[in-house]
């Protein structure tokens, strides 16, 4: 299984991003996908997860009302939509998957991950 990260960059506070995961090896809508982020210094934080097959999503609380995960089956790409964005959304953005229907919320029940993509939020 690969997972590939794209999308972040460099955006103003209160712009927006749209992250991109996309897998191989993995049917993404099948199984449990999810963001977390890192800051130098700090340990991964969850961020959000899907099953889109269970339709079921989870946000963490910071996050809550301002991203959306989402997946396209199509691409067999799970999307997160980061609105609103403020400077302390500012992190690396991993996504990872899980077969398991363990806690989404931790880092270690994942077993597949991807690279990273840098987002800063600053102007």
């Known amino acids: 299984v690969q997972l590939q990260a794209s999308g972040g960059g460099l955006v103003q506070p209160g712009g927006s991003l749209r992250l991109s995961c996309t897998a191989s090896g993995r049917t993404v809508s099948n199984y449990y996908m999810g963001w977390f982020r890192q800051t130098p210094g700090k340990e991964r934080e969850f961020v959000s997860a899907?099953?889109?097959?269970?339709?079921?999503?989870r946000y963490a609380d910071s996050v809550k009302g301002r991203f959306t995960i989402s997946v396209d089956k199509t691409k067999n790409t799970v999307y997160l939509q980061m609105n609103s964005l403020r400077p302390e959304d500012t992190a690396v953005y991993f996504c990872a998957s899980k077969g398991t229907s363990s806690s989404v919320y931790f880092d270690y029940e994942y077993n597949h991950w991807g690279q990273g993509t840098q987002v800063t939020v600053s102007s």
């Open positions: 899907i099953n889109w097959s269970m339709g079921f999503t």
